[in-house]
């Protein structure tokens, strides 16, 4: 039994993509060794794995060549201009309403003098 547990382990080491299956959580090891322990190294068993695997790098390779870029364009075809502009509205409105607070507070009273608060009186010494 360990022989064939040697084998398999040699196999998958020969064929990495099996590692992706399972990291994506599509088969378990399990259900390789099984397939292996049935069919062993036969390319045909293993044909549909290795076309999805190298269909999945290809479709990789497309997305680091420029893919994203496409992605992105993509995106960008779907925003709304008219949402963007309303929540753009919107920012400036309340950064202006900041602005006024923070600005009224540093002014004056209006009168010319400045507001000096009167010091608070103790009824008892403490």
């Known amino acids: 039994m360990d022989n064939k547990m040697e084998e398999f382990k040699n196999f998958v080491k020969s064929n990495p993509f099996l590692i992706g299956y399972i990291r994506r959580g ?5 259900d390789f060794y099984e397939m292996y322990d049935l ?3 036969d ?3 293993w044909a549909k794995f290795l076309e999805e695997e190298s269909a999945r790098e290809v479709t990789a390779d497309n997305k680091s060549r420029g893919g994203y ?3 992105l364009i993509n995106a960008a075809k779907n ?8 929540g753009i509205t919107s920012l400036q ?3 202006g309403l900041f602005g006024e607070l923070f600005v009224n507070k540093n002014n004056t009273s ?3 003098k400045e ?3 009167r010091p608070l009186y103790r009824r008892f010494e403490d």
């Open 26 to 30: 599509e088969k378990s090891w399990q």
């Open 39 to 41: 069919y062993g190294e």
């Open 43 to 45: 390319e045909d068993a």
């Open 69 to 71: 870029w496409e992605e």
């Open 79 to 86: 925003v709304d201009v008219d949402k963007v502009q309303e």
């Open 93 to 95: 409105k309340t950064l």
């Open 110 to 112: 209006g009168t010319g």
């Open 115 to 117: 507001y000096n608060p």
